[in-house]
Every structure is written in structure tokens, then in C-alpha cells.
């Protein structure tokens, strides 16, 4: 079993910066390819960026250039830097943990990021 807790979230203005980290334990993180996603109120859950095992990032056309996604295997975390936040970005942010040979992957519990206008 993989557990993932995120933390990071929380109010902030437009154009301010945040930093979440999800940290896994229960399995070989380096072995995890992850991601973020977030869920505003109403709307279906979407990929923010993610991060392979061999540390190639993805992102969406959201988040490329203001977004970057990155790991640390020693600290079984991954990070998410977040900078020019705007109020669209106001959603619930989901860390996913996605092993290769899993159908599915496991998911933290969400962190609130609430950028006001």
C-alpha cells in the first residue's frame, strides 16, 4: 500500500508563488512515476504536470512556464512550484503516485490553493 499526504496549499493573491510537496511512503518511490492534479469546485479533475521515473517532466498548457514539477528520491517527495498564481488556479491539488506495473495509482488526500484577485 502507498500512502501520499500533499501540504503546501493554502490562500494567497494573484501573482504570489507556493510550493507543494507530496511525501510517499509504503513503496519504492523512485520506482513511482508522479503527478499533480487539481479539482476546482465543479469541474472534473485535471492533470497539472508530472514527473517520470527517470525525472522527465510534463506539463500542461496551463501550468508551462509559471508551473515546475520536480523529485527527490532521497526524501521520497515530490514537489510542485507553483509562481504567477492567478485566481483560476484556485482549486483542490492532488499528488498521484503511478507505478508501471499497476493498473491504477494511488492518491493523496488534496491540499486547498485559493488565490484571491
Known amino acids: 500500500q502507498v500512502q501520499l499526504v500533499e501540504s503546501g496549499g493554502g490562500l494567497v493573491q494573484t501573482g504570489d508563488s507556493l510550493r507543494l510537496s507530496c511525501v510517499v511512503s509504503?513503496?519504492?518511490?523512485?520506482?513511482?512515476?508522479m503527478g499533480w492534479f487539481r479539482q476546482a469546485s465543479g469541474k472534473g479533475r485535471e492533470l497539472v504536470a508530472a514527473?517520470?521515473?527517470?525525472?522527465?517532466?510534463f506539463y500542461t498548457s496551463s501550468a508551462k512556464g509559471r508551473f515546475a514539477v520536480s523529485r527527490d528520491n532521497a526524501k521520497n517527495t515530490v514537489y510542485l512550484q507553483m509562481n504567477i498564481l492567478k485566481p483560476e488556479d484556485t482549486a483542490v491539488y492532488y499528488c498521484?503516485?503511478?507505478?508501471?506495473?499497476?493498473?491504477?495509482?494511488?492518491w493523496g488526500q488534496g491540499t486547498q490553493v485559493t488565490v484571491s484577485s
Open positions: 498521484n503516485a503511478q507505478h508501471s506495473r499497476d493498473l491504477q495509482g494511488y
Open positions: 509504503g513503496r519504492t518511490f523512485s520506482e513511482y512515476a
Open positions: 514527473v517520470s521515473v527517470d525525472g522527465i517532466t
